[in-house]
């Protein structure tokens, strides 16, 4: 398209391209652009991927292939072609439209099609970034690559790239058997906070901290982690007012734990002087606070993954992991937390990788959007999903496992140690639940153990091939191969050269 004037094309080319300008405005002003990820370089790389090579050349043409003309061609070629009328190239780089999940046509964005080169990489640092994906898992690490990034078979790409980091699958819980819970409907935006106590820590942190109070807000599920010295009634109280009641203002109710520091007559007397509503859920069900319990859970996690050098260095990760959990977007809204309480996406360092584009001297309209957001999340609660049928993990003879061992060492807290071990291999199944394991580092170390303290291993994160990449001979394809032209993402794996189709 770039051979082509504006006026040419018309007045829906024109606005399309205000519109590109007008979102790099409002997400990356001010910034620095990164010389290995600048729009000369995407340039070059969509030109050279096999799969986006056509569809760059034939929406700067502004002339849809033939179904002949890519039939040959790989899935992912055939993917954009049928989203055609949604790509177009702008200084260069081909994007994608993309409609924001609250429907409103001032926030539509346009995605990069990112070439393969650069998918691996993109991936795996936004995942192991502390600011952003910190560790987050696939769904909420694809829900904020999409808002910048687009490729086909992108999901599976994520859930393949993710599902292999050694880290998570050390520290984090494996999918268990959940029991239904009561759906509590939160519809109004500051009205509850749930809060709960974490800990306590050990080591204590090097400035005496033990705890962490944490709190959640019901509707956005905006987090706050404040470390503590003590858990009493006094210094919880304390936090309270000056870091989230002072911020955020009165909630109508808090919902907490029979703990002492949250039923004694200092809380009392802070929640009568606020007007709020206390309320202390039974002792038997303490998944009645669930968003706490959650968030409690998620910490302990992301503490363990970041300090793993470091112990008494704990409250220090706490910023860097409520900032990564406030930009990812929630299953149950797709919004992240800092959207709904602020009504545009958090910026990230990714967002900053990309540079600041051309843009127009348009200004970001501010009054619309905020109010049109809180009106549509009036409406939407949270929603659970239950699995509440147990089965026998499908597991075989000579897999690699992982295997729960929870151990206790003395000074040491064991929540934030990693709880799995291995890889085991499975060396033969006793029966439906019952296994014997042998160690891949200590063949004399065997275990007979349930399965249900077995979770699969997957290869480390540096063996990892897309989902998508298989190629697909094209009829100008060669038929022989080269180690020149080994694929980024496919690793050892030589794929057919492709050279240019005839003109």
């Given at each position: 398209?770039?051979?082509?004037?504006?006026?040419?094309?018309?007045?829906?080319?024109?606005?399309?391209?205000?519109?590109?300008?007008?979102?790099?405005?409002?997400?990356?002003?001010?910034?620095?652009?990164?010389?290995?990820?600048?729009?000369?370089?995407?340039?070059?790389?969509?030109?050279?991927?096999?799969?986006?090579?056509?569809?760059?050349?034939?929406?700067?043409?502004?002339?849809?292939?033939?179904?002949?003309?890519?039939?040959?061609?790989?899935?992912?070629?055939?993917?954009?072609?049928?989203?055609?009328?949604?790509?177009?190239?702008?200084?260069?780089?081909l994007?994608?439209?993309?409609?924001?999940?609250?429907?409103?046509?001032?926030?539509?964005?346009?995605?990069?099609i990112?070439?393969?080169?650069?998918?691996?990489?993109?991936?795996?640092?936004?995942?192991?970034?502390?600011?952003?994906?910190?560790?987050?898992?696939?769904?909420?690490?694809?829900?904020?690559?999409?808002?910048?990034?687009?490729?086909?078979?992108?999901?599976?790409?994520?859930?393949?790239?993710?599902?292999q980091?050694?880290?998570?699958?050390?520290?984090?819980?494996?999918?268990?058997?959940?029991?239904?819970?009561?759906?509590?409907?939160?519809g109004?935006?500051?009205?509850?906070?749930?809060?709960d106590?974490?800990?306590?820590?050990?080591?204590?942190?090097?400035?005496?901290?033990?705890?962490?109070?944490?709190?959640?807000?019901?509707?956005?599920?905006?987090?706050?982690?404040?470390?503590l010295?003590?858990?009493?009634?006094?210094?919880?109280?304390?936090?309270?007012?000056?870091?989230?009641?002072?911020?955020?203002?009165?909630?109508?109710?808090?919902?907490?734990?029979?703990?002492?520091?949250?039923?004694?007559?200092?809380?009392q007397?802070?929640?009568?002087?606020?007007?709020?509503?206390?309320?202390?859920?039974?002792?038997?069900?303490?998944?009645?606070?669930?968003?706490?319990?959650?968030?409690?859970?998620?910490?302990?996690?992301?503490?363990?993954?970041?300090?793993?050098?470091?112990?008494?260095?704990?409250?220090?990760t706490?910023?860097?992991?409520?900032?990564?959990?406030?930009?990812?977007?929630?299953?149950?809204?797709?919004f992240?937390?800092?959207?709904?309480?602020?009504?545009?996406?958090?910026?990230?360092?990714?967002?900053?990788?990309?540079?600041?584009p051309?843009?127009?001297?348009?200004?970001?309209?501010?009054?619309?959007?905020?109010?049109?957001?809180r009106?549509?999340?009036?409406?939407?609660?949270?929603?659970?999903?239950?699995?509440?049928?147990?089965?026998?993990?499908?597991?075989?003879?000579?897999?690699?496992?992982?295997?729960?061992?929870?151990?206790?060492?003395?000074?040491?807290?064991?929540?934030?140690?990693?709880?799995?071990?291995?890889?085991?291999?499975i060396?033969?199944?006793?029966?439906?639940?019952?296994?014997?394991?042998?160690?891949?580092?200590?063949?004399?170390?065997?275990?007979?153990?349930?399965?249900?303290?077995?979770?699969?291993?997957?290869?480390?994160?540096?063996?990892?091939?897309?989902?998508?990449?298989?190629?697909?001979?094209?009829?100008?394809?060669?038929?022989?191969?080269?180690?020149?032209?080994?694929?980024?993402?496919?690793?050892?794996?030589?794929?057919?050269?492709?050279?240019?189709?005839?003109?």
């Amino acid at each position: 398209m770039s051979k082509y004037c504006s006026r040419e094309l018309g007045p829906v080319y024109r606005n399309t391209v205000g519109a590109i300008e007008l979102d790099a405005k409002r997400r990356f002003r001010g910034v620095q652009p990164d010389p290995d990820f600048s729009p000369t370089e995407l340039r070059k790389e969509q030109l050279l991927d096999p799969d986006l090579m056509i569809i760059v050349m034939a929406v700067e043409d502004n002339r849809r292939p033939d179904f002949q003309e890519i039939v040959g061609c790989s899935p992912k070629t055939r993917s954009l072609w049928l989203q055609f009328n949604s790509l177009i190239v702008h200084n260069g780089l081909l994007y994608r439209k993309f409609e924001h999940p609250s429907g409103n046509i001032e926030l539509e964005k346009f995605q990069l099609i990112l070439p393969s080169k650069f998918i691996r990489k993109v991936v795996i640092e936004h995942h192991e970034n502390p600011a952003t994906g910190n560790h987050f898992g696939a769904f909420k690490t694809y829900q904020s690559l999409k808002k910048i990034f687009y490729w086909p078979g992108m999901h599976e790409d994520v859930n393949a790239i993710i599902s292999q980091c050694e880290k998570c699958a050390k520290f984090k819980f494996h999918k268990r058997p959940k029991v239904p819970l009561k759906n509590f409907r939160e519809g109004v935006l500051h009205g509850k906070w749930h809060v709960d106590i974490c800990g306590p820590i050990n080591p204590p942190s090097k400035e005496g901290y033990t705890y962490v109070l944490v709190a959640v807000e019901a509707f956005s599920g905006w987090p706050f982690a404040i470390p503590l010295k003590t858990k009493s009634s006094t210094e919880i109280a304390q936090v309270l007012i000056r870091d989230v009641f002072s911020v955020f203002g009165s909630p109508m109710a808090i919902l907490s734990d029979q703990e002492r520091c949250f039923t004694s007559q200092l809380m009392q007397d802070i929640c009568n002087i606020y007007g709020i509503q206390s309320s202390n859920i039974s002792i038997a069900h303490p998944a009645a606070n669930g968003k706490a319990e959650k968030w409690v859970r998620t910490l302990k996690e992301h503490i363990a993954i970041m300090i793993e050098n470091d112990r008494k260095n704990w409250p220090n990760t706490l910023p860097l992991i409520c900032q990564a959990y406030r930009s990812m977007p929630h299953t149950s809204t797709q919004f992240s937390p800092y959207e709904v309480i602020f009504g545009a996406p958090m910026r990230t360092p990714l967002d900053l990788k990309l540079g600041l584009p051309p843009t127009t001297n348009q200004e970001v309209n501010p009054d619309h959007y905020p109010f049109w957001l809180r009106q549509t999340l009036s409406n939407i609660h949270d929603q659970r999903h239950y699995d509440l049928h147990a089965s026998v993990a499908p597991f075989q003879v000579g897999q690699l496992v992982w295997f729960y061992n929870r151990k206790r060492i003395k000074g040491k807290s064991p929540k934030l140690d990693t709880p799995w071990e291995g890889p085991y291999k499975i060396v033969k199944i006793l029966n439906d639940c019952i296994a014997a394991i042998q160690s891949c580092h200590n063949s004399q170390l065997t275990r007979i153990v349930h399965m249900d303290k077995l979770a699969s291993y997957s290869q480390p994160l540096d063996s990892v091939q897309a989902a998508w990449l298989t190629i697909v001979q094209s009829p100008w394809q060669q038929t022989t191969t080269s180690q020149s032209s080994i694929h980024p993402l496919t690793l050892q794996v030589p794929v057919e050269e492709i050279p240019l189709p005839p003109a």
